[in-house]
């Protein structure tokens, strides 16, 4: 089996910083996409941003120049540095990740973290 631990998430005040990580681990041969989403009440879960092994990244367009995704691929970790942070942005954040477990299947397993509240206060 795989986990994904999230940590980092808080209350902030509007303007301030918080950087969310992700761990990976159990049975892992390695790692394609990871990435962030979240979900404010009443709302549906939306993309944040994404990242590639390689490290191309993709981001919501209400975050960019904002925040910041990057990743560890020994530690098989995730990070999303959060700057400028606004009411808006509140919300449970999860991390996804797209795990090869097998040297001999490509097969892409799905996981989700269990999610890290960011609060932002105005």
């Known amino acids: 089996q795989v986990q994904l631990v999230e940590s980092g998430g808080g209350l902030v005040q509007a303007g301030g910083s918080l950087r969310l990580s992700c761990a990976a681990s159990g049975s892992i041969r390695s790692i394609n996409a990871m990435g962030w989403y979240r979900q404010a009440p009443g709302k549906q879960r939306e993309l944040v941003a994404t990242?590639?092994?390689?490290?191309?990244?993709n981001y919501a367009d209400s975050v960019k120049g904002r925040f910041t995704i990057s990743r560890d691929n020994a530690k098989n970790t995730v990070y999303l540095q959060m700057n400028s942070l606004e009411p808006e942005d509140t919300a449970v954040y999860y991390c996804?990740?797209?795990?090869?477990?097998?040297?001999?299947?490509?097969?892409?397993?799905?996981?989700w973290g269990q999610g890290t509240q960011v609060t932002v206060s105005s």
């Open positions: 990242i590639t092994s390689g490290g191309s990244t």
């Open positions: 996804h990740a797209d795990v090869i477990r097998y040297s001999w299947s490509a097969y892409e397993y799905s996981y």
